[in-house]
Structure formats: C-alpha cells, structure tokens
C-alpha cells in the first residue's frame, strides 16, 4: 500500500531558527497536505500543493512530485510551533483518502 | 466559515460496550466524510470513506460490523464503535469534504 515517510522524527531548535521537515512517498501523489497536531490532538491544516512551492505566513511547502517528496519549512520558529507536524498524501485528484506519515515533533527552545 | 464539528469530545466506554461519535459539517455541504483513527504511538488511519450516493467503502482491517457509519445528508455522519476493546482506543477524526477537507477536533474514546 501507499507510504509516507516523515524525517526527522524529531527535530529540536533555537527559538528563531528555520526548521525543515521532510516527507517521502511511495505513490505518485496527486495531493500532499501538511497539517499541524496540537497537543490535544486536534488537526490544522497547514499547506496543501500537489506540486510547486507554496507559501503562508512563515511556512514554505515544497511538492517534488517525480522525485516522490515534499518538504515544509519553518523560518525564524518560534516557541509556539512546537509540537507535531504531519505529512499526508492523495493519490486520487479530489479524494479524500489520504494516508498519513508518522510525524516530525517538532521543540522550539527558548 | 467551514467548520466540522465532533461530538463527543472525549468519552470512556467499559470493554464490550459500543461507542457513537457524531459529525457535523456546518456552513459547507459535505460530498464525502472520511473517519481515521489515530491509535496510541500510531499515525492516523483511514477507516471507511462515505461519498453521497455510493457506498461507504471500508478500509482493510476495518468493517462495517465493527464500526457502523450512518450519512443520511451533506452534513452530518455518526459512526459506532460496536464492542468496543483496548485496541479501539485512540483518536477518531472526521474529515468533510467540500472542495477541501475539513477536519473536527476529533473523539478520544478510552476504553476501561
């Protein structure tokens, strides 16, 4: 079936340091989403592109679609991005059936 | 704005009992729900994928004698965690699709 593989699976950073979080797929995805858990377990969705770079606010999602990977990346992070970040994939254009990686816990230090 | 809605929040069910969590699309009509489960050091797994007018459709390792769902319009869907054991434990989330999907806060069911 498909995979998502997520690195690192735990990444600690200075308070105003860029964090980079990576995502591997084993399916040609027509979607990859990237979504935030907060401790309570609720999801946000972050940054959803099938291809291309796409930005908002300080995150910066990169989708190489042949290459099968994907990136998200944090600048200048700061204590209340903490937490975790997962990566999803679509292998079906308008499906919802999206498979999820494990997750990057991501600590900001002050 | 679009909003999902689960209900309950959080609940606790003694083993072999069943379990109904609830969903609901508010502002947005819902084409399809999808329901995951995200069990204790695990990543988030489809459960069942319920599009208007077809059928659900079911995950491997997951039924419809296990966990019933009900979607009898665009913006509400239930589904029941029959005989409910330790391994049914974890977070369950809905996820409802307009032209993007939207996901509630999720149920976290305990199983004593």
């Known amino acids: 079936g498909q995979q998502v593989q997520q690195s690192p699976a735990s990444l600690v950073l200075q308070e105003g340091e860029n964090a980079e979080l990576q995502c591997n797929f084993s399916?040609?995805?027509?979607?990859l989403q990237w979504f935030y858990q907060r401790p309570g377990g609720s999801l946000v969705s972050l940054l959803s592109?099938?291809?291309g770079t796409k930005h908002t606010g300080r995150l910066t999602s990169t989708t190489v679609t042949k290459e099968r990977r994907g990136s998200l990346h944090i600048s200048s992070s700061q204590i209340t991005d903490s937490g975790t970040y997962l990566c999803a994939m679509g292998v079906t254009e308008g499906a919802d059936r999206l498979t999820f990686g494990k997750g990057t816990q991501l600590i900001i230090q002050p | 704005g679009a909003l999902v809605y689960q209900y309950p929040r959080r609940t606790i069910c003694k083993s072999g009992t069943s379990m109904r969590m609830e969903c609901q699309a508010v502002g947005f009509q819902a084409t399809s729900v999808a329901w995951y489960r995200q069990s204790p050091q695990k990543t988030f797994e489809l459960i069942a994928l319920?599009?208007?007018?077809?059928?659900?459709?079911?995950e491997q390792n997951f039924t419809q004698e296990k966990f019933p769902i009900s979607h009898p319009n665009l913006s509400f869907s239930s589904m029941t965690v029959l005989n409910a054991y330790l391994e049914d434990r974890g977070l369950y989330l809905c996820g409802a699709r307009d032209l993007e999907v939207f996901f509630g806060k999720g149920t976290r069911l305990t199983v004593v």
């Open positions: 319920s599009t208007v007018n077809s059928a659900i459709k079911y």
């Open positions: 592109n099938p291809s």
């Open positions: 399916s040609t995805a027509t979607r």
